[in-house]
């Protein structure tokens, strides 16, 4: 008998909005403790919640970004329990009605191509953060936290394998980010994900009992947990044994699932409607303008790459990765470089730059005119490929314009044949062994001498031109 | 419907409020007298009409949050009406299951 | 006097409340000291701090503010152990209103616990004593509000209603009190009891004062969703204004065949009273009032339940040293008061898994009922006219231990809050040496025609208040 798993993920992400959900407190991440509080985020009495209509904004977009149908009228709900995090006893939530429900997310799978179910996205306060190194023997509370917008998104048990999973919310977090609704790091803890498996023989149409893993804050850590459980669960079952609904929390740190004491035997919630909040209310055209400002998806930009400007998978992938490393591609193609030509130097030396100076394409300071420029001083041979390069670096330190630098440093390329002849003859005459080797069949130590009429030129040589000059020499006597 | 011992007993522990045997008898009695009062909203007719009011159905305003001049900072230093504070935290007993510091 | 001479009277607080305020405070805190002293207050100002900051409508007028709304300088107790000693960090807008037409607080006023109660009786710090018979209770759950205007401590008081807590302690106690429709003033500040029942509501030497005290503290309020952007009327204007015309409504629900027949006496006498001052009475029929109480007592305490989570001893107030987690929040919520711990009992209850559609849901749709019997009523009257309580004040003691009993003394003022409209109690009468109140209901947003009602009742007594 064949089996299969079946998985289903919440995920938790943090809304990009300025203030929290229901107070005007900024929403920052790092501060010193309990310094962004208020009498509402800390639920004092007599406090009362006021909605940031910008969390519903992002929310919204974030819902039509997953093709879901959303709910013009939907509710805010009180969801009770007790807790050292929680201010006022209950978090503010929505329940019966969400604000969309019925989307879904295609992924890159290894088989080509899955499809998740969103069933349901919803907007929420979060909780202060709990703290348990700071003294000893308490819980130590930060509010900072408390009352930030989040978003949950909860998808239909359609997932089958960890790397499905991975894939999926791979997907998922680069659509967010395209549109501008979260920042995503699951180290900053803007991004959490919660799963649910069970496994069931292929074919089943029924559901096995599901345990729920926790506690996960990397895309590999939700992958080797689920592999484990499911093979766990598998082994259980394929001893007629039965799998116990549990919730399973992951430390990363033994890279192992541990069950999670059961604080209490059902968590009565007791959903009921908010009365200090009107229903949020949306209109048509409200949602019609939101649906109009989503940017380019990412599966559809790779997808418009690849056919537009002929790209390899590979590069299209690298290129759309996020959408401000495209947007400059983008730029620079509009300013005629040729697509392929850009996406040699997006993806190699500006990402390398990127990288070095921790900015990303809408920060760094080269900007594409410039770089655009200096792409074409390339193609017209007056700098070599490493000479720019060099010429990047100091661009994006001191800035300036490529032409400038160039001529101030000395970086053009050497093409006069004068020099590069002496340039040559010196090295043939500094390398006599070298020569012979060449001479007696080994063409590849060419390689070698051209390296050192680089060096003695600085760099400016044209190599193309000293590598001719070799071989001729080379050949000649 | 009437509401037992047992009952009780599970909403209090739902609400974090304790009661001795006694006050549990009592407050028995005082919400079976109340419940039979209120169990006469059963004669209610089930169905028409929607239950929320819901006065007027206007859309909510994407304001801009700057616009909005809201919510006051704190008159005080929390440190002034925390119950226990140490070093910038609000302190509380550790919540079941979790270890004291140094193993998480 | 006549309603002219208050007026009058009224206007001299602007020269006159500078010098009183101070040689008040000592005579309150005598008074309150001496064995006449009826419990009133829970904290009261200092002489430096009645000095009015801003010039306004009320500038070196004395307010007395019930204890369950946030102030700056005294603390904000609600009545209960749990609140010790709590010292707001803010205050609420209302306050701020108050303080920028230049009021100064006297002190802040005893009450039932978070507002639970019909007497005052269930304060942690003792029971108010009603001024009119110092063994009979001011009524609650705004009773020493109520008792600190009776006793002419103050003109004017600051209360809160949810099921009823300002118009029957000022009908207990002889003034007046107002409930004002719901969102008309905002409740930022204001200790949840019942978040879409609670409002502030004034209480008055008469209905001038009270009027005034409302046109002061209503408004929008960005900091409270709940409340409505609408242009506050002069309501204190409306105190002297005409009812000719006037169509009264008498619903039969509220004048039971078992009300006393002195009550009901009275109760004739003002309807002739309003007809003499050019209304006209009509009888009407609000046929889901029987639904009132049970609705109340299920969405009041399912509400509150909720809102009375956040005192865990965890970021404020009062905290009980344990074990561990669990065991501090039920030391520490173990302070809540009987009344208040049955309170949310009950409502943890109705909204538990299993019995949410069977009650709150329910209640819900009765709700809903209630205020389509408002709706359809105001088609026909202008404002109705019912007694504020089927009883004048009970005596101490007398109905603590039947919760029942105390609840369905709530029946008439319940449903305003239910629907949300708002209700003014004016004095119309004593009975076995109490006072008796009559209630006016208004439509949403009619407090002006509720205080012409109240205003040309009460003229028409003349000074027999």
Known sequence: MNWEAVIGVEVHLRLKTEHKLFCRDRAVFGAAPNTHICPVCIGLPGALPVLNAHAVELALQTALAFGCRINLDSTWARKSYFYPDLPKGYQITQFEKPIATDGRVIFSSSEDKGLVGIRRVHIEEDAGKLLHDKALGASAIDFNRAGTALVEIVTEPDLRTPEDVRSFLGELKQTVEYIGASDCNMEEGNLRVDANVSVRPVGSLELGNKTEIKNVNSFSGIEKALSLEIRRQLSLMKEGGLVNQKTLLWDDHRSELREMRSKEESNDYRYFPEPDLHPLVLSQGQVTAALDSLPELPRDRRYRFKKTYELKDYDADVLTQTATTADYFEDLVGINVDPKVAAKWVTGPLQALMNQHREDAQSIPVRPEIMGELIRLVERGVVSESAAKTVMVILAEDGGSPSDIIEARGLAQERDLGQLTDWVTEVLAKYPEEVSRYRDGELKILGYLVGQVMNSSGGAADPKIVRNLLIDYLNDS | ?104 | MTLQDKVQRSRLYDTAGLDLAPKSLTQVKKTENSSEGLNVFLSLAEPEDLVPRAQGDLTGVMVAVKDNICTEKLPTTCGSLVLKGYQSPYEATAIRKLREAGAVIIGKTNLDEFGMGSSTENSAFGPTLNPIDQSFVPGGSSGGSAAAVAAGYTRMALGSDTGGSVRQPAAFCGVVGIKPTYGRVSRYGLVAFASSLDQIGTIGATVLDASLLLEVISGHDIRDTTSVERLVPSYRDAATQSIEGMVVGIPSEYFPDELDPSIRAILDEACERLVDAGARVQPISLPHTEFAIPCYYILATAEASSNLARYDGVRFGTRMPSDGLDQMYELTRHHFGSEVQRRIILGTYVLSAGYYDAYYAKAQKARARISQDFKTAFQEVDIIFTPTSPTPAFALGERISDPLAMYLSDVFTVPANLAGIPGISVPIGMVGGLPLGGQFLGPWWGESELIAAAGALEASYGDNT
């Open chain 2, 1 to 104: 419907m009437s509401i037992t011992p047992e009952d009780i007993q599970r909403i209090a522990q739902l609400a974090r409020l304790h009661f001795e045997k006694s006050e549990i008898e009592r407050l028995t009695l005082d919400l079976n007298t109340i419940l039979g009062h209120v169990d006469s909203l059963r004669d209610l007719e089930a169905d028409q009409g929607s239950e929320v009011l819901l006065e007027q159905r206007s859309e909510t305003e994407f304001v801009n949050p700057e616009q909005v001049g809201h919510p006051d900072k704190l008159l005080a230093i929390p440190e002034n009406f925390a119950p226990e504070w140490l070093e910038g935290f609000f302190l509380a007993p550790l919540p079941p299951g979790v270890k004291p510091s140094g193993d998480k």
